[in-house]
């Protein structure tokens, strides 16, 4: 079993920790199985299989719900529990406690939220309380409305600085880990360096300590826009599109179920019960 402990050895170590996003029981099964180190129930749930335009209406009752499904599929991986808008920017009460609902109620190992500076205090207080906490900077979605779309962050020196000093102050406060979101390479390498604690990448090039993607996209599940730092290793839409297509034209042509999918009834039992060979009437 993977723990917080394990994920900064590895960074210790020189081994790359590996990390994907799921949302349901199956493929938390199937990530865990293939040896996956981490698996973040991202509230990218929202966009990818809730159907929503973006992350901001994901709610706690949501991320509750689909956090419990991944944790009962994971026997090895460490699941951290992503924190949705407005479960902890209010106040740092109800954050403490809405990060306290993720361990107590899902099974999930540690938690995640967006920001820097701004949510150290309360990364200290989790991190007081016993609650392993997983930073996110960068590009962070739960702030696509101030920064103006799903731009790259960091690339000018005052924006980079920021982004240096961020990461310092979460791991000051007592972070195991930081997410790296649409980061220039070069800027995540360097962190990534200065750093003790490891940082994972997403759209952040080689030089983090792990990586991270949505599982769904490393599928090829949606037909729609992949983005740049995106490799899909499968192409599941058109293979799912494909079998359903496969479906319907037997279905429609009889052609299943055949005789292998179907069950015997022992010789006369018909003949018992309809002695005329009179037709069923739905
Ligand atoms: O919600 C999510 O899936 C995430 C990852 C993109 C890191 O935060």
Same mark, same amino acid.
């Given at each position: 079993?993977?723990?917080?402990?394990?994920?900064?050895?590895?960074?210790?170590?020189?081994?790359?920790?590996?990390?994907?996003?799921?949302?349901?029981?199956?493929?938390?099964?199937?990530?865990?199985?293939?040896?996956?180190?981490?698996?973040?129930?991202?509230?990218?749930?929202?966009?990818?299989?809730?159907?929503?335009?973006?992350?901001?209406?994901?709610?706690?009752?949501?991320?509750?719900?689909?956090?419990?499904?991944?944790?009962?599929?994971?026997?090895?991986?460490?699941?951290?529990?992503?924190?949705?808008?407005?479960?902890?920017?209010?106040?740092?009460?109800?954050?403490?406690?809405?990060?306290?609902?993720?361990?107590?109620?899902?099974?999930?190992?540690?938690?995640?939220?967006?920001?820097?500076?701004?949510?150290?205090?309360?990364?200290?207080?989790?991190?007081?309380?016993?609650?392993?906490?997983?930073?996110?900077?960068?590009?962070?979605?739960? $702030?696509?409305? *101030?920064?103006?779309? !799903?731009?790259? @962050?960091?690339?000018?020196?005052?924006?980079?600085?920021? &982004? =240096? #000093?961020?990461?310092?102050?979460?791991?000051?406060?007592?972070?195991?880990?930081?997410?790296?979101?649409?980061?220039?390479?070069?800027?995540?390498?360097?962190?990534?360096?200065?750093?003790?604690?490891?940082?994972?990448?997403?759209?952040?090039?080689?030089?983090?300590?792990?990586?991270?993607?949505?599982?769904?996209?490393?599928?090829?599940?949606?037909?729609?826009?992949?983005?740049?730092?995106?490799?899909?290793?499968?192409?599941?839409?058109?293979?799912?599109?494909?079998?359903?297509?496969?479906?319907? $034209?037997?279905? *429609?042509?009889?052609? !299943?179920?055949? @005789?292998?999918?179907?069950?015997?009834?022992?010789?006369? &039992? =018909? #003949?018992?019960?309809?002695?005329?060979?009179?037709?069923?009437?739905?």
């Amino acid at each position: 079993m993977i723990t917080t402990a394990t994920i900064k050895k590895m960074k210790k170590e020189g081994k790359t920790i590996t990390m994907l996003t799921a949302y349901d029981c199956a493929m938390a099964r199937m990530e865990d199985e293939a040896g996956i180190d981490m698996i973040l129930v991202g509230d990218s749930l929202g966009n990818v299989i809730l159907g929503y335009e973006s992350t901001i209406p994901v709610t706690m009752e949501e991320m509750l719900h689909h956090t419990k499904a991944v944790c009962r599929g994971v026997s090895n991986a460490l699941v951290v529990g992503d924190m949705p808008f407005m479960s902890y920017q209010i106040n740092e009460a109800e954050g403490l406690r809405n990060a306290g609902r993720f361990l107590k109620e899902t099974g999930c190992k540690a938690v995640k939220l967006e920001g820097g500076a701004s949510v150290c205090h309360l990364v200290e207080k989790m991190v007081v309380a016993g609650i392993p906490v997983v930073g996110h900077l960068g590009l962070t979605p739960q $702030s696509v409305n *101030q920064f103006g779309g !799903f731009k790259v @962050q960091g690339k000018d020196v005052e924006a980079a600085k920021k &982004i =240096i #000093e961020d990461a310092k102050k979460l791991e000051a406060a007592g972070a195991f880990a930081i997410v790296l979101e649409c980061v220039p390479a070069a800027l995540a390498e360097k962190i990534s360096q200065e750093l003790e604690i490891p940082t994972i990448g997403i759209g952040a090039g080689n030089g983090c300590d792990g990586q991270v993607l949505v599982c769904n996209d490393m599928l090829g599940m949606n037909s729609g826009f992949t983005p740049k730092f995106v490799k899909k290793y499968r192409d599941l839409h058109t293979e799912i599109v494909g079998a359903v297509k496969e479906y319907i $034209s037997d279905v *429609q042509g009889r052609k !299943f179920p055949a @005789q292998v999918h179907t069950f015997k009834i022992e010789e006369g &039992i =018909i #003949e018992q019960l309809y002695p005329t060979n009179e037709k069923v009437t739905r």
